[in-house]
């Protein structure tokens, strides 16, 4: 057991203040994440910082029809809201297959999207990561790598992001809101996520005493018909080999308009905007999804056990599109 401090902020400035004040500090919400990482060895935090009772946990309405949601909301709440559920179904598909209710019930949105892999390699504790230790090496490369990506992969890292609302956040256009030293920030959530390259370790933009303080999912008529679809090895409690997001317009049996993301595939929540572009103008039906699917897993990089999450995306995008259609 290592020594823990812990502080209590009652204001979102103070609890940014706090953090930068102490350099081994970590924000505590939820602690679905936070306190498994540090019982692991894997986050060395020696001071938590709790913002449970920051005022960060409502679910508002925009004006473009969109939805600001508090980076403390919990998923089980955002996942009722009928807003969302009436909005954005597969955002709230996607918090519904994200765990058991009873951790649905504590974890929070924004904990949700800092959560680290789960390559089991990163928490062992000991094999090579350079998640976790840079420079020592990915075990997964040549190991059991059955689970891990096939998308945004490098020579040094191969591991997939666990988050399931994350996957259907991408495909809307999702923003995350930050207050950290430098003030205030909003960063397009296909940037948050930071493809491993050659620095696996840094997993997102944020420095360090950053605060994600909410979401903000712009208004799209788009995702009304939406759906979220999660295929794993069991039906509870177990992360993706494929997800997927998907939301189609279309108009004379030909689609106008996609929003297509994975998954399970890739080390980062994958918006397939190769897919979505060939989609346009093509007509509604089974060729197209296929083609299209088929299209953005042309740069798949498959290991030794991971090759059918080719063939299981491509079926996964098709269903996915198919019963968009509905």
């Not at 709790?50 to 909301?73: C, T, W």
């Not at 209710?101 to 904990?111: D, V």
Request: glycine residues 8%; negative net charge; aromatic residues 6%.
């Amino acid at each position: 057991m290592r020594p823990l401090s812990y502080s209590r902020a009652g204001q979102v400035e103070e609890a940014v203040a706090i953090a930068i004040r102490e350099p081994g500090s970590a924000f505590l919400a939820g602690g679905t994440t936070e306190v498994d990482l540090i019982r692991a060895g894997i986050e060395r935090a020696d001071h938590l910082v709790d913002i449970n009772h920051l005022p960060l946990s409502a679910v508002d309405d925009l004006p473009d029809g969109g939805l600001r949601i508090g980076a403390l909301a919990r998923m089980s709440d955002v996942a009722r809201t009928a807003a969302v559920v009436e909005r954005y179904p597969a955002i709230s598909q996607a918090l519904l297959l994200g765990a058991s209710e009873q951790l649905r019930n504590m974890a929070s949105m924004g904990g949700n999207l800092r959560q680290r892999t789960r390559c089991a390699y990163l928490r062992d504790g000991v094999s090579p990561c350079n998640k976790r230790e840079p420079g020592s090496g990915c075990a997964a490369l040549e190991g059991f790598n059955r689970g891990h990506a096939i998308l945004g992969t490098s020579e040094h890292c191969i591991a997939t992001h666990p988050s399931d609302v994350a996957v259907a956040l991408v495909a809307f256009d999702a923003v995350v809101h930050t207050l950290g030293p430098d003030g205030e920030r909003s960063i397009p959530f296909d940037d948050f996520f930071l493809l491993p390259g050659d620095t696996p370790e840094l997993e997102h933009p944020l420095v360090h005493g950053e605060l994600i303080v909410a979401l903000e999912v712009p208004g799209a008529p788009i995702a009304r018909r939406s759906v979220y679809l999660k295929f794993r090895d069991r039906q509870s409690y177990e992360f993706a080999l494929v997800s997927v997001a998907a939301a189609l317009e279309v108009s004379d049996d030909v689609v106008t308009g996609a929003r297509l993301a994975f998954g399970g595939i890739g080390t980062k929540p994958w918006r397939a905007r190769r897919a979505e572009a060939a989609l346009i103008g093509s007509p509604a039906d089974e060729t197209s999804f296929r083609l299209a699917a088929a299209l953005e897993l042309e740069s798949a990089d498959v290991r030794e056990h991971n090759a059918f999450k080719v063939e299981l995306a491509t079926r996964a995008a098709v269903r996915g599109l198919r019963e968009a259609l509905r």
